[in-house]
């Protein structure tokens, strides 16, 4: 298994080649607003979007959307 490597930087501008992923633990409490995901809401609008629908209840499907 590979080892995990951490990298200090803007998370919401991925540097290097392949595919990166952007992991960040959140609430389930339907609160979106602050810190990390204020950056991610201005640069991408969906993962807001899908984290809002998911808390209504609605089944959110995770997809490559580059």
Not at 15 to 36: E, M, P, R, S, T
Not at 42 to 52: G, K, L, Q, S, V
Request: glycine share 14%; charged share 25%; aromatic share 10%.
């Amino acid at each position: 298994m590979a080892e995990i490597t951490y990298v200090r930087g803007d998370a919401t501008a991925p540097q290097g080649k392949g595919v990166k992923v952007i992991a960040h633990v959140c609430n389930d409490l339907g609160g979106w607003g602050k810190g990390f995901v204020l950056a991610l809401s201005r640069r991408w609008p969906e993962p807001e979007a899908a984290f809002r629908r998911r808390h209504r209840g609605v089944p959110v499907t995770v997809y490559d959307v580059g």
